[in-house]
Protein backbone atom coordinates (compact mmCIF):
# COMPACT_ATOMS: atom_id res chain seq x y z
CA UNK A 1 0.00 0.00 0.00
CA UNK A 2 1.42 3.13 -1.12
CA UNK A 3 1.58 6.56 1.31
CA UNK A 4 -1.03 7.99 -1.04
CA UNK A 5 -3.46 5.46 -0.78
CA UNK A 6 -2.98 5.26 2.97
CA UNK A 7 -3.85 9.10 3.17
CA UNK A 8 -7.01 8.67 1.08
CA UNK A 9 -8.45 5.64 3.58
CA UNK A 10 -7.31 7.74 6.19
CA UNK A 11 -9.61 10.60 5.25
CA UNK A 12 -12.09 8.41 4.54
CA UNK A 13 -12.25 7.38 7.66
CA UNK A 14 -12.19 10.60 9.16
CA UNK A 15 -15.49 11.06 6.80
CA UNK A 16 -17.33 7.63 7.67
CA UNK A 17 -17.78 9.47 11.40
CA UNK A 18 -17.45 13.28 10.93
CA UNK A 19 -18.93 14.21 14.37
CA UNK A 20 -16.59 11.90 16.71
CA UNK A 21 -14.10 13.12 14.29
CA UNK A 22 -14.94 16.92 14.87
CA UNK A 23 -14.78 16.11 19.04
CA UNK A 24 -11.50 14.35 18.36
CA UNK A 25 -10.10 17.33 16.88
CA UNK A 26 -11.37 19.40 19.25
CA UNK A 27 -8.72 18.65 22.05
CA UNK A 28 -5.81 19.04 19.36
CA UNK A 29 -7.59 22.51 18.01
CA UNK A 30 -7.87 23.93 21.74
CA UNK A 31 -3.99 22.39 22.13
CA UNK A 32 -2.44 23.72 19.24
CA UNK A 33 -4.35 27.22 19.52
CA UNK A 34 -3.02 27.55 23.32
CA UNK A 35 1.05 26.76 22.62
CA UNK A 36 0.61 28.84 18.97
CA UNK A 37 -0.86 31.81 21.48
CA UNK A 38 1.45 30.88 24.22
CA UNK A 39 4.47 31.18 22.54
CA UNK A 40 3.21 34.61 20.37
CA UNK A 41 2.36 36.13 23.63
CA UNK A 42 5.79 35.11 25.20
CA UNK A 43 7.57 35.94 22.62
CA UNK A 44 5.47 39.54 22.01
CA UNK A 45 6.17 40.02 25.97
CA UNK A 46 10.00 39.77 26.08
CA UNK A 47 9.98 42.12 23.11
CA UNK A 48 7.83 44.11 24.82
CA UNK A 49 10.33 43.93 27.92
CA UNK A 50 13.24 44.66 25.87
CA UNK A 51 12.04 47.93 24.17
CA UNK A 52 10.69 49.63 27.51
CA UNK A 53 14.66 48.16 29.27
CA UNK A 54 15.86 50.21 25.58
CA UNK A 55 14.41 53.59 26.11
CA UNK A 56 15.51 53.27 30.16
CA UNK A 57 19.32 52.06 28.59
CA UNK A 58 20.61 48.78 30.23
CA UNK A 59 24.03 50.58 30.13
CA UNK A 60 23.22 53.26 32.00
CA UNK A 61 24.45 53.77 36.27
CA UNK A 62 22.64 56.28 38.42
CA UNK A 63 24.56 57.60 41.15
CA UNK A 64 22.87 59.03 43.62
CA UNK A 65 24.13 60.92 47.44
CA UNK A 66 23.99 58.83 49.98
CA UNK A 67 22.29 59.52 53.22
CA UNK A 68 22.68 61.61 56.54
CA UNK A 69 23.28 60.38 60.08
CA UNK A 70 21.45 62.12 62.63
CA UNK A 71 22.47 60.80 66.50
CA UNK A 72 23.38 57.24 64.66
CA UNK A 73 20.32 57.11 62.57
CA UNK A 74 20.44 56.84 58.79
CA UNK A 75 18.27 59.47 57.22
CA UNK A 76 16.51 58.44 53.68
CA UNK A 77 19.31 58.09 51.08
CA UNK A 78 19.60 61.65 49.07
CA UNK A 79 19.91 63.62 51.71
CA UNK A 80 23.49 63.74 51.84
CA UNK A 81 24.71 66.66 49.92
CA UNK A 82 27.48 64.75 48.21
CA UNK A 83 27.28 65.14 44.75
CA UNK A 84 28.69 67.82 42.88
CA UNK A 85 29.02 69.11 39.01
CA UNK A 86 32.23 68.96 39.65
CA UNK A 87 32.04 65.21 40.27
CA UNK A 88 30.28 64.94 36.92
CA UNK A 89 33.03 66.82 35.22
CA UNK A 90 35.95 64.57 36.86
CA UNK A 91 33.82 61.35 35.86
CA UNK A 92 33.95 62.33 32.47
CA UNK A 93 37.69 61.50 32.36
CA UNK A 94 37.17 57.68 33.20
CA UNK A 95 38.09 55.23 30.45
CA UNK A 96 35.44 52.77 31.36
CA UNK A 97 32.79 55.76 30.55
CA UNK A 98 31.59 57.08 27.60
CA UNK A 99 30.28 60.26 29.80
CA UNK A 100 28.48 61.20 33.15
CA UNK A 101 25.93 63.77 32.75
CA UNK A 102 24.54 66.00 36.35
CA UNK A 103 21.17 66.70 37.17
CA UNK A 104 18.93 69.21 39.48
CA UNK A 105 15.04 67.67 39.74
CA UNK A 106 12.08 69.32 40.78
CA UNK A 107 8.38 69.66 40.18
CA UNK A 108 6.65 72.84 39.12
CA UNK A 109 3.56 74.05 37.60
CA UNK A 110 3.17 74.62 33.83
CA UNK A 111 1.50 77.07 32.28
CA UNK A 112 0.57 77.91 28.66
CA UNK A 113 -3.14 80.26 28.61
CA UNK A 114 -5.54 79.24 30.30
CA UNK A 115 -3.66 75.66 31.00
CA UNK A 116 -1.78 74.44 33.58
CA UNK A 117 -0.37 70.91 34.80
CA UNK A 118 2.29 70.12 37.54
CA UNK A 119 5.56 68.01 36.09
CA UNK A 120 9.16 66.85 37.18
CA UNK A 121 11.16 69.54 35.91
CA UNK A 122 15.20 68.73 35.22
CA UNK A 123 17.74 70.81 35.08
CA UNK A 124 20.57 69.17 32.82
CA UNK A 125 23.71 69.73 30.58
CA UNK A 126 23.86 69.22 27.23
CA UNK A 127 25.95 65.82 28.02
CA UNK A 128 22.60 64.58 29.39
CA UNK A 129 21.59 63.88 25.74
CA UNK A 130 24.38 61.67 24.63
CA UNK A 131 24.55 59.56 27.94
CA UNK A 132 20.71 58.80 27.87
CA UNK A 133 20.79 58.59 23.90
CA UNK A 134 17.69 61.24 23.67
CA UNK A 135 16.95 63.05 19.94
CA UNK A 136 14.90 65.72 18.84
CA UNK A 137 11.74 65.57 17.19
CA UNK A 138 12.52 69.23 16.06
CA UNK A 139 14.11 72.38 17.62
CA UNK A 140 17.39 72.21 18.95
CA UNK A 141 19.62 71.40 21.75
CA UNK A 142 21.21 73.11 24.83
CA UNK A 143 24.41 74.89 23.87
CA UNK A 144 27.46 75.28 26.54
CA UNK A 145 27.03 79.40 25.94
CA UNK A 146 23.27 78.69 27.23
CA UNK A 147 24.71 76.80 30.21
CA UNK A 148 26.92 79.68 31.13
CA UNK A 149 24.30 82.41 30.77
CA UNK A 150 21.45 80.48 32.32
CA UNK A 151 19.24 80.74 29.55
CA UNK A 152 15.67 80.48 30.08
CA UNK A 153 15.10 78.04 27.70
CA UNK A 154 12.99 74.67 27.67
CA UNK A 155 12.82 71.53 25.71
CA UNK A 156 9.99 69.68 26.32
CA UNK A 157 8.21 66.28 25.67
CA UNK A 158 6.09 65.02 22.98
CA UNK A 159 3.21 64.66 25.23
CA UNK A 160 3.33 68.47 26.65
CA UNK A 161 3.60 69.32 23.05
CA UNK A 162 0.42 67.90 22.54
CA UNK A 163 -1.13 68.96 25.60
CA UNK A 164 -0.08 72.69 25.11
CA UNK A 165 0.14 73.53 21.99
CA UNK A 166 -2.21 71.51 19.97
CA UNK A 167 -1.71 71.27 16.37
CA UNK A 168 0.24 74.53 16.77
CA UNK A 169 4.36 74.33 16.18
CA UNK A 170 5.52 74.78 19.84
CA UNK A 171 9.23 76.40 18.64
CA UNK A 172 9.66 79.68 19.77
CA UNK A 173 6.34 79.87 22.33
CA UNK A 174 6.03 80.62 26.09
CA UNK A 175 5.99 78.10 29.19
CA UNK A 176 5.57 79.50 32.63
CA UNK A 177 7.42 77.55 34.93
CA UNK A 178 6.53 78.03 38.48
CA UNK A 179 5.41 82.01 36.47
CA UNK A 180 8.79 82.75 34.77
CA UNK A 181 8.55 82.53 31.41
CA UNK A 182 10.47 79.70 29.16
CA UNK A 183 10.81 79.75 25.29
CA UNK A 184 10.32 76.18 24.01
CA UNK A 185 13.52 75.47 21.58
CA UNK A 186 13.04 71.90 21.07
CA UNK A 187 10.84 68.35 21.40
CA UNK A 188 11.75 65.52 22.49
CA UNK A 189 11.61 62.56 20.25
CA UNK A 190 9.72 59.19 21.41
CA UNK A 191 8.02 58.30 24.48
CA UNK A 192 8.20 55.44 27.03
CA UNK A 193 8.67 54.85 30.93
CA UNK A 194 12.36 55.69 32.20
CA UNK A 195 14.09 54.85 35.36
CA UNK A 196 12.79 57.32 37.68
CA UNK A 197 9.42 56.22 36.85
CA UNK A 198 9.06 59.24 34.31
CA UNK A 199 7.55 59.18 31.21
CA UNK A 200 9.96 60.35 27.97
CA UNK A 201 6.68 62.29 26.72
CA UNK A 202 6.26 64.21 29.92
CA UNK A 203 9.71 65.79 29.88
CA UNK A 204 10.30 69.34 31.00
CA UNK A 205 14.45 69.75 30.15
CA UNK A 206 16.08 73.43 31.66
CA UNK A 207 20.10 74.36 31.61
CA UNK A 208 21.03 73.16 34.65
CA UNK A 209 22.46 76.54 35.71
CA UNK A 210 19.06 77.74 34.83
CA UNK A 211 17.33 75.90 37.33
CA UNK A 212 19.83 76.63 40.37
CA UNK A 213 18.92 80.38 39.70
CA UNK A 214 15.04 80.62 39.66
CA UNK A 215 13.77 77.20 40.11
CA UNK A 216 15.77 75.14 42.44
CA UNK A 217 17.70 77.26 45.05
CA UNK A 218 19.87 75.24 47.47
CA UNK A 219 22.34 76.37 50.50
CA UNK A 220 24.83 74.22 48.38
CA UNK A 221 24.80 75.57 44.66
CA UNK A 222 27.10 73.38 43.75
CA UNK A 223 25.80 70.34 44.51
CA UNK A 224 23.74 67.88 42.25
CA UNK A 225 20.58 65.39 42.90
CA UNK A 226 22.18 62.56 41.25
CA UNK A 227 24.32 61.71 37.98
CA UNK A 228 24.11 59.53 35.28
CA UNK A 229 26.86 57.67 33.85
CA UNK A 230 27.27 55.86 30.51
CA UNK A 231 28.84 53.02 30.45
CA UNK A 232 31.06 51.77 27.35
CA UNK A 233 29.47 48.89 25.01
CA UNK A 234 32.93 46.80 25.55
CA UNK A 235 33.29 47.68 28.84
CA UNK A 236 32.09 45.54 32.31
CA UNK A 237 29.95 47.86 33.85
CA UNK A 238 31.36 45.92 36.80
CA UNK A 239 35.09 47.38 36.44
CA UNK A 240 32.61 51.10 35.76
CA UNK A 241 31.25 50.45 38.78
CA UNK A 242 34.78 50.21 40.73
CA UNK A 243 36.48 53.11 38.72
CA UNK A 244 33.40 55.17 40.06
CA UNK A 245 33.92 54.34 43.92
CA UNK A 246 37.25 54.62 43.48
CA UNK A 247 37.54 57.81 42.14
CA UNK A 248 34.36 59.44 43.92
CA UNK A 249 36.30 58.26 47.10
CA UNK A 250 39.51 59.57 46.14
CA UNK A 251 37.65 63.03 45.18
CA UNK A 252 35.20 63.02 48.61
CA UNK A 253 38.22 62.30 50.93
CA UNK A 254 36.84 59.15 52.03
CA UNK A 255 38.85 57.39 54.37
CA UNK A 256 39.48 53.44 54.17
CA UNK A 257 37.33 52.58 56.97
CA UNK A 258 34.45 54.75 56.14
CA UNK A 259 31.25 53.90 54.25
CA UNK A 260 30.77 55.48 50.74
CA UNK A 261 28.79 58.62 51.25
CA UNK A 262 27.23 57.69 47.52
CA UNK A 263 24.80 54.89 46.01
CA UNK A 264 25.41 53.34 42.29
CA UNK A 265 22.36 51.79 40.40
CA UNK A 266 23.10 49.90 38.04
CA UNK A 267 20.37 49.29 35.31
CA UNK A 268 22.08 46.50 33.76
CA UNK A 269 20.92 44.51 36.58
CA UNK A 270 16.86 45.53 35.86
CA UNK A 271 17.35 44.39 32.06
CA UNK A 272 18.60 41.17 33.13
CA UNK A 273 16.08 41.02 35.46
CA UNK A 274 13.54 41.78 32.81
CA UNK A 275 14.75 38.90 30.26
CA UNK A 276 14.83 36.78 33.10
CA UNK A 277 11.21 37.65 33.67
CA UNK A 278 10.14 37.37 30.05
CA UNK A 279 12.19 34.24 29.52
CA UNK A 280 10.07 32.27 32.32
CA UNK A 281 6.75 34.13 31.60
CA UNK A 282 7.23 32.22 28.26
CA UNK A 283 8.41 28.92 29.18
CA UNK A 284 5.08 29.06 31.74
CA UNK A 285 2.86 29.78 28.91
CA UNK A 286 4.39 27.56 26.63
CA UNK A 287 4.00 24.65 29.57
CA UNK A 288 0.49 25.68 29.90
CA UNK A 289 -0.19 24.90 25.74
CA UNK A 290 1.38 21.74 25.99
CA UNK A 291 -0.47 20.21 28.79
CA UNK A 292 -3.27 21.47 26.48
CA UNK A 293 -2.16 19.23 24.00
CA UNK A 294 -1.25 16.13 26.15
CA UNK A 295 -4.65 16.24 27.23
CA UNK A 296 -5.95 16.18 23.01
CA UNK A 297 -3.91 13.74 22.97
CA UNK A 298 -5.23 11.45 25.30
CA UNK A 299 -8.48 11.80 23.82
CA UNK A 300 -7.26 10.89 20.50
CA UNK A 301 -5.57 7.04 22.11
CA UNK A 302 -9.50 6.76 23.53
CA UNK A 303 -11.18 7.21 20.47
CA UNK A 304 -8.66 5.89 17.96
CA UNK A 305 -8.90 2.63 20.89
CA UNK A 306 -13.00 2.65 20.18
CA UNK A 307 -12.35 2.93 16.30
CA UNK A 308 -9.91 -0.39 16.44
CA UNK A 309 -12.61 -2.51 18.31
CA UNK A 310 -15.56 -1.22 15.89
CA UNK A 311 -13.45 -1.96 12.64
CA UNK A 312 -12.46 -5.37 13.86
CA UNK A 313 -14.08 -6.88 11.22
CA UNK A 314 -12.57 -4.45 8.65
CA UNK A 315 -9.30 -5.20 10.13
CA UNK A 316 -9.67 -9.36 9.43
CA UNK A 317 -11.04 -8.52 6.40
CA UNK A 318 -7.62 -6.63 4.97
CA UNK A 319 -5.49 -9.14 6.76
CA UNK A 320 -7.17 -12.13 4.75
CA UNK A 321 -6.92 -10.89 1.63
CA UNK A 322 -3.56 -9.90 1.97
CA UNK A 323 -2.50 -6.88 3.94
CA UNK A 324 0.30 -7.15 6.14
CA UNK A 325 0.24 -6.06 10.20
CA UNK A 326 2.44 -3.19 9.23
CA UNK A 327 0.11 -1.88 6.94
CA UNK A 328 -2.58 -1.59 9.58
CA UNK A 329 -0.50 -0.40 11.78
CA UNK A 330 0.39 2.19 9.36
CA UNK A 331 -3.50 2.92 8.21
CA UNK A 332 -4.23 3.31 12.03
CA UNK A 333 -1.43 5.68 12.52
CA UNK A 334 -1.88 7.32 9.68
CA UNK A 335 -5.35 8.17 10.92
CA UNK A 336 -4.53 9.56 14.08
CA UNK A 337 -1.18 11.54 12.46
CA UNK A 338 -3.99 13.37 10.13
CA UNK A 339 -6.67 13.92 12.63
CA UNK A 340 -3.71 15.82 14.50
CA UNK A 341 -2.63 17.77 11.44
CA UNK A 342 -5.99 19.25 10.37
CA UNK A 343 -6.23 20.05 13.87
CA UNK A 344 -3.65 22.03 14.19
CA UNK A 345 -4.02 23.98 11.04
CA UNK A 346 -7.43 24.90 12.43
CA UNK A 347 -5.76 25.43 15.78
CA UNK A 348 -3.48 28.10 13.82
CA UNK A 349 -5.81 29.96 11.97
CA UNK A 350 -7.99 30.60 15.53
CA UNK A 351 -4.65 31.47 16.69
CA UNK A 352 -3.82 34.11 14.31
CA UNK A 353 -7.47 35.37 14.62
CA UNK A 354 -6.82 35.59 18.28
CA UNK A 355 -3.45 37.32 18.11
CA UNK A 356 -5.41 39.73 15.09
CA UNK A 357 -7.44 40.79 17.59
CA UNK A 358 -4.94 41.47 20.62
CA UNK A 359 -2.82 43.46 18.34
CA UNK A 360 -5.98 45.55 17.36
CA UNK A 361 -6.09 46.90 20.64
CA UNK A 362 -2.85 48.96 20.66
CA UNK A 363 -1.64 47.55 24.06
CA UNK A 364 0.70 44.54 22.65
CA UNK A 365 2.20 43.29 19.42
CA UNK A 366 1.01 39.63 18.95
CA UNK A 367 3.03 38.72 15.68
CA UNK A 368 2.98 34.70 15.00
CA UNK A 369 5.87 33.69 12.75
CA UNK A 370 6.52 30.87 10.69
CA UNK A 371 8.62 29.43 13.58
CA UNK A 372 5.61 29.16 15.78
CA UNK A 373 3.85 27.55 13.09
CA UNK A 374 6.29 24.46 12.53
CA UNK A 375 6.51 23.91 16.20
CA UNK A 376 2.75 23.95 16.55
CA UNK A 377 2.50 21.53 13.09
CA UNK A 378 5.72 19.16 14.30
CA UNK A 379 4.45 19.17 17.57
CA UNK A 380 0.73 18.00 16.53
CA UNK A 381 2.74 15.21 14.12
CA UNK A 382 4.55 14.23 17.35
CA UNK A 383 0.82 13.43 19.25
CA UNK A 384 -0.45 11.93 17.10
CA UNK A 385 2.60 9.65 16.40
CA UNK A 386 2.98 9.01 20.11
CA UNK A 387 -0.74 8.86 20.83
CA UNK A 388 -1.77 6.58 17.91
CA UNK A 389 0.65 4.53 18.08
CA UNK A 390 -0.15 2.34 21.24
CA UNK A 391 -3.91 1.82 19.40
CA UNK A 392 -2.56 1.35 15.66
CA UNK A 393 -0.26 -1.37 16.99
CA UNK A 394 -3.05 -3.29 18.80
CA UNK A 395 -4.60 -2.92 15.28
CA UNK A 396 -1.69 -4.83 13.68
CA UNK A 397 -1.28 -7.64 16.09
CA UNK A 398 -5.06 -8.96 15.87
CA UNK A 399 -5.32 -12.31 14.50
CA UNK A 400 -7.97 -12.37 10.78
CA UNK A 401 -9.71 -15.41 12.16
CA UNK A 402 -10.95 -13.97 15.26
CA UNK A 403 -11.20 -10.34 13.82
CA UNK A 404 -13.46 -12.43 11.10
CA UNK A 405 -15.48 -14.23 14.20
CA UNK A 406 -15.89 -10.73 16.11
CA UNK A 407 -19.29 -9.67 16.52
Not at 152 to 158: A, N
Not at 197 to 214: C, K, N, S, W
Not at 312 to 331: C, N, S
Not at 366 to 391: K, N, Q, T
Request: glycine share 10%.
Amino acid sequence: MNLIQVFIEAFRAMNANRLRTSLTMLGIIIGITSVVMMLAVGESARKFIAKELEVLGSNLMIIAPGANRTQGVRARAGTAPSLSVEDALALNSLPSLNGAAPALQGFFQLTVGSENSNNAVLGITPEMFTVRNWKLDQGNYFSESDIRGAARMVIIGKKIAEQFFYKINPIGKFVRIDNVPFQVVGVLQGEGRMFDGGDLGEMVLIPITTARATLIRSPFPRNVHYVVVQGKNDKSLKDADEDIKEMLRDRHRIRAEQSDDFRIDNLASIAEAGAKISAGLAAMLGAIGAISLIVGGIGIMNIMLVSVTERTREIGIRMAIGAKPRDVLLQFLTEAVVICLVGGIVGILIAMAGAAAITSTGKLDVIIGVGDMAVACGFASFVGIFFGFYPARRASKMLPVECLRYE
